[in-house]
């Protein structure tokens, strides 16, 4: 009997192996026009907004995490809230490159992300994306410090493994692509939100003014940068997902 159950191990992690180095084709152009236009659906249909901002928020605060310890700072957790926005916890030094740089990750988190899942897209490797999402939650999940957040992060979780295990490579695929138009499309809104609190002079304690009082940079040109490097991202991720489209777009403006 044990001896069958590790057989039953191997064989599991044999076919999840499989499953994440197989190589899909690219579905026809007009179904990627199709979800990516479910994909803006969800980013500017109000209802929706809130679910969509978790996944960005999801990504800002993994993203402040991952360049926390990339810089050496340590990272104490992280925590998501019920309104959409999150608090990632580091100690070091409180100035100076490590610090700006965490600061700085976390608004260009989804469009960074969005255009690396963009190029496996482009490569064929849908299903090995959604792989690969599912171990970064499973190493953003031990970071967690609330429970909210551990819900949100579970339940994400679940849902790819659902979808991985049981759903069909095509469906598999359809997930892959919208996951990754949500992310370059949703990615400068959090952006242009911020930027109108600005205006109305709210309060805010956000990136960018913490990111201000670190450098000769005002907040407004921090928040301007944000903005044009997530619309640079979309535009990158949009040549990868659509080449075709992108190269029609080029020849006209020549």
């Known amino acids: 009997m044990e001896h069958r159950g590790a057989l039953s191990i191997v064989e599991i992690v044999q076919e999840i192996f499989r499953r994440a180095l197989s190589v899909q084709p690219a579905p026809p152009a007009e179904v990627i026009m199709v ?22 928020t999801v ?43 965490m600061l700085a990750a976390g608004y260009l988190g989804p469009a960074l992300l969005g255009i690396g899942a963009a190029l496996l897209l482009a490569a064929g490797r849908g299903v090995g994306l959604l792989w690969l999402m599912l171990i970064l939650l499973a190493l953003l999940l031990v970071q967690i410090r609330n429970f909210y957040g551990l819900l949100v992060i579970l339940g994400l979780g679940a849902a790819l493994v659902a979808i991985t295990w049981f759903a069909p490579p095509t469906v598999q695929s359809g997930i892959a692509y919208l996951i990754t138009w949500l992310l370059l499309i949703a990615a400068p809104k959090p952006v242009i939100e911020l930027m109108r609190q600005r205006r109305r002079r709210q309060a805010t304690a956000s990136d960018a003014d913490q990111l201000a009082g670190l450098t000769p940079i005002p907040a407004l040109a921090w928040s301007v940068f944000f903005l044009l490097a997530n619309v640079a991202g979309l535009i990158l991720g949009i040549a990868f997902l ?5 190269a029609r777009a080029s020849a006209l403006v020549r």
Not at 35 to 56: F, H, K
Not at 68 to 88: C, F, P
Not at 242 to 246: C, Q
């Open 35 to 56: 979800i990516a236009g479910i994909a803006l659906l969800a980013v500017v249909i109000r209802p929706v907004w809130p679910v969509t901002r978790l996944l960005v």
């Open 59 to 101: 990504t800002h605060e993994g993203a402040h995490g991952v360049a926390a310890l990339l810089t050496g700072r340590r990272l104490h957790g992280i925590r998501l809230h019920s309104d959409t926005s999150g608090l990632t916890l580091s100690s070091g030094r409180p100035s100076g490159p490590g610090m700006i740089i």
């Open 242 to 246: 659509l080449p075709e489209l992108a």
